[in-house]
Structure formats: C-alpha cells, structure tokens
C-alpha cells in the first residue's frame, strides 16, 4: 500500500537558505579551488559560519598548510586531507560536497568579500544574542542581583556594538529605520511610589538633596518627573520648599493642567509620614534601569531583524538606545550585603566620583563654519580612532559628505 506522503516531509515548504549561506559557500569553494587565498582572510573564525559543517571545513583549511599550486591542480590530495580533518568535527560532509562547494564559486579572487558578508551576518547575530540576553536578564525576577546582571549584560552588549564599530567604519548613507517605541505599561505600583517618594521629599527636602542620582527621566509618569524637577531645581536655589511653594514652581513649569489641578497637585504632595525616601528611590532608580534594558533590548533586535540594515547602520540605531551603564557614583554591588551599592553624600557628584576611567581615544574632531553656507557647521575627524566620534555625532543627525566629514545644517541662525 502507498505511503500517504505527510505535508511536514515536503522539502518545498521549509524556507530558502539565506544569501549569507550562499557566500559561505563560494568562499569555502575559492578556498578550496585555490587554498592560498585563506592567508590573505582577516577577522573571519569559524564561529562566523552559520552551519557545523561549513564552520569545521573552514577550520581544517585553516589548519591545514597550503599545498603546492601546480601538484593542488592535478592531484585531490590537499582536498581528501581537508575532509578527514572536517569529518573528526561533523558527520555529513562527503567528496560530492566539497565539489560542489567549489562549483558555487563564481571568482575565487573575490574571497575577500565573500569573508566580508560572512563577517557582516555573524556581527548581526552576536549583536541580536546580546540584546535578548539583555531583554531576558531584565525581565527575570528569580535572579537575586537583577539589576547588576542586568548591568553586567548591557557592558557586553556595548562591547558587541563597540566591535562592529571598529569593525564596520562609517560609510555616507541613510540611517536606519527606527522602530516604533512601545508605549510604557501603567504600572499602579510605581506610581504609587513615586507619590510617595514625591511627598517625602517635599516634606523633607534634604532628603532630596542627597539624591542627586535620581532624575526625573527615571520616572515612570510625567508629572511626576516635572515635580521631581522642580524639587531638585528649587533645591539648588535654596528656595523654601512645601507643598505650596511647589505647587508655584509646578505653574512655572507648565505642570498644571485639566488633569493636574492644584488640588491634586497639594493631593500627592501631602506628607507621607515616617516612609524613606532613600529606599523609594532606590526602588525608582532600580525600576528605571530595568524598564530601559529592555525597550533597549527590543530595539536593537528590532533593528537585527531587518536584513536590510547594514551593520555600520545597526551602530548607529544601537548609538539612539545606548543601553544603561553602572550608575558613575556608585561602587560595584557586593552580592552578599544588598542588591543596589551605597550612596554619595551630599557633597558629592557624579563628576567627583566616576564608576570607571574612560581610556583615552585617539580622535580628533575640528569644527567649522561651512565655507558656502554660515548656518552649517563642518566636522573633520582626524586620529586611528576617528569612528568612535564617527558614530556619536552620525547619531546626532549629522551628515557625513565625505571620508571623516560631516555637515550639521543649523536652524538657529
């Protein structure tokens, strides 16, 4: 009786491999066809590839010394000696293969390139493994020390986008297409804690003098925010601060509305009673940090899932949601003790008392006045390290119109 053929064994249906596969394969067969060429492959490892069996032939040509051009010609020795060397790594791979690797070849001179797009996809995939890995960290509530492994995750993934960087220099062409912003969930919660926090701080206001950690973007309400600015602002100017004096500031700043009346304002800045606000705080900050791992996160492997975006465009995208950073004051959480470090006294700033030392980079940036056009100012980049500034100020919006130089047209003229 006739097998009834079952839909999942049709080989039509599963996807078509993608054009990375194809330049793996014509490198490995101009590396096959003429082995010299692998001498000249640069920053290209194994790991690049994107199946076992091509990741363990590249492996066996590397390790393998070049044979002689003339005796490669007429002989399949050097090719017989590749695929025992491949087959101690992986099943599957066979005499027929490596032919027809060498078949999918168009011109092995163009191995370069070919090593280029591997190099370009692989750069791709690390960088969407570091941004799930972000994403998952933050979201993970059963890890004891959230926020440092959270921390610890963004260090790699700015390594990852610090890699392509240097990589990938900065080439003239339009900037990626930036993906929708999801909008913040209303955590009840979080709002409750900033009220809290808001009233404590108005009550006591040194309370807010000594957290000069906490900004109003790591709210998660914007009146919110604005109040905590206008505390902090009030602060600096030594101006008696209550819920009344607030509430002046708050019409100052444009913080009164159909939804924010004085009432509700004098409302949420009632005193709370005994509460801390270092504590609440600290909760905000940790909230902050967590919530921006990981529309981080989404953004770059967003940008990861277009295969039209190249990897000097995904440095750029990764540059307009740099993921979050130790906070400078603080010294490394001790797992032991607490989850979130001590703070600075009041006297002291973020400036005074930096996480880390940034190494020197050797760039330079000359800025000018166009020479056709006053309103627009030029920037010449200058120094071994000229792509670092390259991608910040090509994130800023501004222009490149040739090798390391860049146009900004201002409006404030």
Not at 93 to 98: R, S
């Amino acid at each position: 009786m006739p097998r009834t053929p079952d839909p999942e064994d049709d080989l039509d249906s599963l996807p078509p491999p993608p054009p990375v596969f194809h330049a793996e394969q014509a490198l490995l067969g101009a590396l096959l066809l003429e082995p010299h060429r692998a001498a000249n492959l640069t920053g290209i490892t194994a790991e690049a590839f994107s199946t076992a069996g091509h990741a363990a032939l590249l492996t066996a040509i590397q390790s393998l010394p070049a044979p002689d051009p003339a005796q490669h010609a007429k002989t399949t020795t050097w090719l017989n000696q590749v695929l025992t060397a491949a087959g101690e790594q992986t099943r599957g791979l066979t005499t027929a293969y490596l032919h027809h690797l060498i078949h999918c070849c168009p011109q092995p001179h163009h191995a370069p390139a070919y090593g280029r797009i591997i190099e370009a996809e692989h750069s791709r995939r690390l960088l969407r493994a570091a941004a799930q890995r972000l994403v998952q960290t933050a979201l993970d509530t059963t890890l004891p020390q959230r926020a440092a492994t959270t921390l610890a995750e963004a260090d790699t993934l700015t390594t990852v986008v610090d890699g392509i960087a240097t990589r990938f220099p900065p080439h003239p062409g339009s900037l990626p297409r930036t993906p929708a912003t999801p909008d913040p969930a209303h955590d009840e919660k979080a709002v409750g804690e900033e009220q809290v926090l808001l009233a404590a701080a108005t009550a006591r206001p040194a309370s807010a003098e000594r957290m000069r950690w906490l900004n109003p973007g790591d709210f998660t309400h914007p009146l919110h925010a604005g109040l905590w600015h206008c505390l902090t602002t009030m602060n600096k100017r030594g101006t008696p601060i209550d819920p009344v004096t607030v509430l002046w500031e708050a019409q100052h700043h444009r913080l009164l509305d159909e939804r924010a009346d004085p009432s509700h304002l004098l409302g949420i800045l009632a005193d709370p009673g005994g509460c801390d606000p270092q504590y609440l705080g600290e909760r905000i900050l940790q909230r902050s940090l967590l919530t921006t791992a990981h529309h981080t996160g989404r953004h770059i492997e967003t940008l990861t899932d277009d295969p039209a975006t190249t990897p000097y465009q995904l440095v750029i995208g990764s540059a307009h949601r740099r993921p979050p950073h130790r906070p400078p004051y603080a010294a490394p959480a001790d797992p032991s003790t607490h989850a979130w470090p001590d703070h600075v006294g009041p006297a002291t700033s973020r400036r005074e008392q930096p996480f880390v030392t940034t190494p020197s980079v050797d760039a330079h940036v000359r800025l000018d006045t166009h020479p056709t056009h006053p309103s627009a100012v030029t920037a010449t980049l200058t120094g071994a390290q000229a792509h670092i500034p390259h991608v910040g100020l090509e994130a800023a919006d501004w222009h490149v119109t040739a090798n390391n130089m860049l146009v900004l047209a201002r409006i404030d003229s």
